[in-house]
């Protein structure tokens, strides 16, 4: 069943559609908010407030945009919420509009040859660097629909991309020089 129908069933107070696409999409929205957070229970717990919001409020989805991108959406709006009640936000302003003219995350892996030091990497990344970089290429989503997921523009999500890429590349080349 294709996510849309499952919203509309959800809408409708269908809690096997609500299983399905907790099921789908949980692990999703679990590594993409513990990307932003660094912390398992506030991942968890983003998760489990995000699911919420979509039981309250799937009645009301209007399809302007993929049920991924709208998930992605709330999850970031509740950790938002989570992290400045915890006074750990903190935001990024007068980020240059930048191209971006480096290889993308999967080159780079291939060309370190292990899976494991980029996933290193990685969790050496900022949050919104991270959480650019897992929705542009793990969960395949758009620049559009990551700036809309993270409620900044275009140019600031291939700003956060790139700079994120030279860090990766970074990190990789030093790993590579470390095991020669």
Known sequence: ME?????????????????SLYERHNGAVYAFAMSRAKNAELASDCVHDT???VWRTADRFAERSSVRTWLFAIAR?????????RGRMSY???VPETEDPAPSPEAAAIAAAERGRLYRCLEGLSGPHSA????AFFEELTYPEVAE???VPVGTIKTRIFHAKQALMRCLETGLRKAR
Do not use: H, P, S
Not at 3 to 19: P, S, V, Y
Not at 77 to 85: H, I, Q, S
């Open 92 to 94: 990024v302003e007068d």
């Open 51 to 53: 699911m919420m919001e």
């Open 149 to 151: 997921v993270e409620d």
């Open 77 to 85: 709006n509740k950790l938002v919420d989570a992290l400045r009640k």
């Open 132 to 135: 650019a970089i897992r929705l």
């Open 3 to 19: 996510d849309f129908e499952l919203i509309r069933r959800i809408g409708r107070g269908d809690t096997r559609a609500m299983r």
